[in-house]
């Protein structure tokens, strides 16, 4: 195994017909299949870069920007943005094309941490990461404040740390009733 590797190297797309069976009540896919399909593209790319079986670890936010019509083809591509000593942020980008159309749009991007594992299923080293590219560079801080602002929000809200009166008085314009 080397001791760095590019995100060139682990770089995965997958492109797919939205069908009528990945349609929800509304007729548009369904996002839980679309969220689905950014997973394995996520474990591939991880897998691809730590020649390890990958985990899902967390999922950041994934924000559904545009609806994706059963017609359409979907375009995922995977890289990794961030390696840790165990641990990698593989960040996913979602496009779909109307086929008839040419017209393409960006419907939601997010960041996967995946966790490799060695034969017995503990956590297993990876790679590094070489980054050759100012981009590269950006995602890579990105995914670092991402990591410190996810523990000191897991801290801040921990309930054995939890202060009521530093929180209760920003709930006043809220859509909420306290009933204490």
């Given amino acids: 195994m080397k001791n760095y590797k590019s995100s060139k190297e682990s770089r995965v797309s997958i492109t797919e017909?939205?069908?009528p069976a990945h349609?929800?009540?509304?007729?548009?896919?369904?996002?839980?299949?679309?969220?689905n399909l950014m997973d394995q593209i996520a474990f591939a790319c991880a897998s691809k870069h730590s020649?390890?079986?990958?985990v899902t670890a967390s999922v950041n936010k994934v924000d559904f920007l545009n609806p994706i019509e059963v017609g359409e083809l979907v375009t995922l591509k995977a890289s990794v943005n961030y390696t840790g000593?165990?641990?990698?942020v593989v960040g996913v980008r979602v496009e779909?094309?109307?086929i008839t159309t040419g017209v393409k749009k960006h419907c939601n991007s997010s960041y996967f941490t995946m966790v490799a594992k060695g034969p017995n299923?503990?956590?297993?080293?990876?790679p590094g990461l070489v980054i050759d590219t100012e981009q590269g560079i950006r995602r890579f801080s990105r995914s670092i404040k991402r990591k410190e602002q996810s523990i000191k929000r897991s801290s801040?809200?921990?309930?054995?740390?939890?202060k009521i009166e530093e929180h209760i008085e920003e709930l006043n314009n809220e859509n909420v009733k306290i009933d204490l």
């Fill in 17 to 19: 017909l939205m069908l």
């Fill in 85 to 88: 000593r165990t641990s990698m």
């Fill in 51 to 54: 020649q390890h079986y990958c």
């Fill in 156 to 162: 801040n809200f921990k309930a054995s740390k939890f």
């Fill in 121 to 126: 299923g503990e956590n297993a080293p990876i």
């Fill in 23 to 35: 349609s929800n009540f509304s007729g548009k896919v369904h996002g839980g299949h679309i969220l």
């Fill in 96 to 98: 779909s094309e109307n």
